[in-house]
């Protein structure tokens, strides 16, 4: 039996995605261990999920702490006490700096909603609606030193309709963010991600036909 892989989730808010990790593991559809749930506020949602499962949980308010790095050194304290192999960011809202990205070089997944490189930042489904686009998504990627910039690894494209709102685009994007985003973490538990300068191979892709929304779909 395969080790599951163990993971440390950092979260500012409700925590759907962190939710749909925990639905996939429990369905056996990934082979991983949340072995910690960190977040910056006291009053995110997302450590309501995490305890209703039973998972540790610790908040660290980054307004206790006098610079980033003295903030992210006791992040990183913490995921190192858990023996976090892997760091998955589930809507945490704070830049990382250097010196994390340094820690976890290569180790730490975000996803975001829209097909990066395009619309990185913040209201990405709102500049997607101002720009007309007809096709959006959501993308999980490594992270580096710059926003929304790292290797991407997973990708869902779904369709803009002309009558969406920021909502109901943001809520066809999360629909596919629940799915990739297990998918990613279950890549990389598997060893089938290699990553080459800019670029991440995935190992056998042809195997995972699913990986992926080569088209939008009605959904």
Do not use: C, W
Not at 7 to 36: F, H, M, P, Y
């Amino acid at each position: 039996m395969t080790t599951p892989l163990p993971i440390g989730v950092l979260l500012s808010g409700s925590g759907t995605n962190l939710q749909a990790i925990i639905d996939a593991i429990a369905r056996g559809e990934l082979a991983a261990a949340i072995k910690v749930v960190i977040s910056n506020r006291a009053d995110a949602y997302g450590l309501v999920r995490a305890r209703q499962h039973g998972l540790p949980t610790v908040v660290v308010p980054h307004k206790d702490f006098p610079t980033r790095e003295a903030f992210e050194a006791e992040l990183i304290r913490i995921l190192q006490a858990h023996h976090v192999e892997l760091v998955v960011l589930a809507g945490f809202m704070r830049l990382l700096s250097p010196v994390f990205i340094r820690a976890f070089r290569q180790r730490i997944m975000n996803i975001h909603p829209a097909l990066l490189p395009a619309f990185p930042g913040t209201h990405a489904q709102r500049q997607a609606l101002e720009r007309g686009v007809r096709i959006a998504g959501a993308t999980v990627h490594f992270v580096d030193e710059e926003m929304d910039h790292g290797p991407i690894i997973v990708q869902a494209a779904v369709p803009v309709y002309p009558d969406d709102t920021e909502e109901t685009l943001s809520t066809r994007i999360l629909a596919q963010e629940h799915r990739i985003y297990a998918q990613a973490i279950q890549l990389y538990a598997e060893g089938r991600l290699q990553i080459d300068k800019q670029k991440v191979i995935v190992l056998d892709e042809r195997q995972s036909p699913n990986l992926a929304l080569r088209s939008p779909t009605s959904a």
